[in-house]
């Protein structure tokens, strides 16, 4: 029986059928499934300019598939524009909002099934902890991935814009090419346009067949993505009819699975993040150590920015996330028997995917020759930290270094001194109280990374954090290190000039400092006061958890 059925049908409920006349419910309409479309409509950022339009789409085919949608909005919050301000704190903490929005709205009006559309990166993760939450049949549709900005015949990104910045404050690069790189990064509608995170979460969910396949890699502005909204619908509408529920989708195995194609395709670390908060939603175990297992064993196969050549649309013309899965299916590296939303098994939906990706591409590489033999996204533990934390060694050519430790209280602190020149080849930065607790909400340290690229430190500087890094983010950088500074993990013990080793093929962050010492400055060790006691943000900060567990505050 539907869920929507308790305010919809009897004499008792007809007060309630009285309201939803009023919203365009008709005497034939009462019986059919309520669907809610989650909304991430906004003019904040160009990943969710086009959602409007989308949702639209969906709108008009659940009613034409015999279903009643009802519309309500989330919110959204711009990475890339709050990126390197105090308000990228918010960013982290808005994934817990809009999952704890789409609960409410859905289950508040005991809505049958869920579409969600979003675009910019925490829409994603957000939309898929809801379900697994409510666990009522559900469909996500991806606003779509920018298309690249172009200057003198290279693809930009928005990431350009970034390193653009330390480049030019090191000289490299003259105010009027800062000026072109900015007026031509992001040409459009759509999500930032390298395997970041966005396109990354959008690949993950895919693959986790709760959304349809191609859909993942759209170009936002492309007429096909309307199409795949549309269908989306359809598809939510039949299951509901088979009572097709997420959950059922969201088994160990599709986790697995979502974890080659982002070793395949080189994608963000926040992936890791969001799927260890989404399995820890769904009840399905998962922990760091399985994100280190399956990089050994799935190599990085697709040359993709931010360390490789092309974008996510030249992905996408090439096959897309199913020939990436195909490949990973015949080399015995996914789980075929998953089910889809759709009610297929991925061999299934894989049945008419080529074996191999189109002659004369250069995106989707052989697993024979492979771009990385292993995967990208390593877990790194040691005495800085024992909890575990993540490393993108995609682009990395020297994956190990020792060196003295320059040591900053905040990310601002750490980009003014990069700025100034402060930085030396061989350094390790390190940037802490920037944790889930700390920070509050784990900023993403993008400006910082792009003003070591820019000036050319790239290849000679390691920088870690108990932060984030954007998924444009490359170089020997470490994050999520767990515990954080602000509970007293060992990172909070760090002193300038200590001797930091940074072993990106042992899966080690050391400091070179004895334990005695380490016990002395422990027992001298107190907590900083929080940053925020009210708001959204002194919340977060009283129930979040550690990195190490996906920082849910639904524990």
């Known amino acids: ?8 049908q009897g004499v008792q409920r007809s007060p309630n059928r009285a309201m939803l006349r009023a919203v365009g419910f008709g005497d034939d309409d009462f019986g059919k499934p309520i669907i809610g479309i989650a909304n991430g409509y906004s003019t904040i950022t160009p990943c969710n300019v086009g959602l409007n339009d989308l949702a639209r789409c969906a709108e008009e085919a659940a009613h034409r598939a015999g279903g009643m949608p009802q519309m309500f909005g989330t919110i959204t919050v711009s990475d890339g524009i709050s990126m390197g301000t105090e308000g990228m704190k918010y960013s982290l903490v808005s994934r817990e909002v809009i999952a704890d929005s789409i609960e409410t709205a859905c289950n508040a009006q005991s809505m049958d099934g869920v579409l969600a559309i979003g675009g910019c990166d925490k829409n994603m993760p957000a939309a898929i902890i809801a379900m697994a939450r409510m666990n009522i049949p559900a469909v996500f549709v991806y606003g779509g991935t920018i298309k690249p900005g172009r200057l003198e015949e290279e693809d930009l990104t928005v990431v350009s814009a970034f390193e653009a910045v330390g480049a030019f404050t090191s000289g490299r690069i003259d105010q009027t090419r800062l000026d072109q790189v900015e007026r031509h990064a992001c040409p459009g509608a759509g999500s930032c346009g390298g395997m970041f995170t966005a396109n990354t979460m959008s690949s993950a969910i895919e693959a986790m067949g709760l959304s349809l396949p191609y859909s993942s890699t759209m170009a936002a502005e492309d007429g096909e993505k309307a199409e795949s909204a549309a269908r989306s619908a359809e598809v939510l509408v039949e299951a509901i009819k088979a ?7 969201l088994t160990r195995e599709a986790f697995e699975n979502a974890i080659s194609v982002i070793m395949a395709v080189g994608g963000s ?5 969001h ?20 990089r050994q064993r799935v190599p990085v196969f697709c040359d993709l920015k931010p360390s490789g050549r092309f974008v996510t649309v030249d992905l996408h013309r090439a096959g897309g996330i199913p020939q990436v899965m195909k490949l990973l299916l015949d080399a015995g590296l996914l789980h075929g028997e998953c089910r889809t939303i759709e009610g297929r098994t991925l061999k299934e939906q894989l049945a008419d995917v080529p074996s191999q990706p189109p002659a004369g591409q250069q995106v989707i590489r052989p697993l024979s020759d492979p771009v990385y033999r292993k995967g990208h996204l390593a877990v790194l533990r040691g005495n800085l930290a024992p909890e575990g934390s993540v490393a993108k060694i995609s682009g990395v050519k020297t994956p190990v270094l020792t060196g003295p430790a ?14 100034a020149g402060a930085i030396a080849a061989g350094d390790v930065v390190v940037v802490r109280n920037e944790g889930p607790v700390g920070g509050p909400g784990m900023r993403e340290m993008l400006a910082p990374t792009s003003a070591i690229v820019g000036q050319g430190l790239g290849e000679a500087v390691a920088l870690i954090t108990d932060g984030r890094f954007s998924g444009g983010t490359y170089g020997l950088v470490v994050g999520h290190v767990a515990p954080e500074a602000a509970v007293g993990g060992p990172i909070g013990l760090v002193q300038e000039g200590d001797s930091i080793t940074v072993d990106a093929d042992q899966q080690l962050l050391q400091l070179n400092v004895s334990d005695a010492e380490l016990t002395a400055r422990r027992e001298r060790w107190q907590p900083a006061p929080p940053r925020y006691r009210h708001g959204v943000l002194g919340k977060y900060a009283k129930l979040v958890a550690s990195a190490s567990e996906g920082a849910t505050t639904d524990r």
């Open 1 to 8: 029986m539907l869920r929507s059925a308790a305010i919809t």
């Open 406 to 419: 320059r040591v900053f209280e905040s990310e601002e602190d750490c980009l003014k001194a990069i700025l």
């Open 269 to 273: 670390t926040n992936s890791v993040l």
């Open 275 to 294: 799927l260890l908060a989404i399995a820890r939603t769904a009840g399905v175990p998962l922990s760091l150590s399985d994100f280190e297992a399956i």
């Open 243 to 249: 009572d097709i529920r997420p959950l059922d989708l």
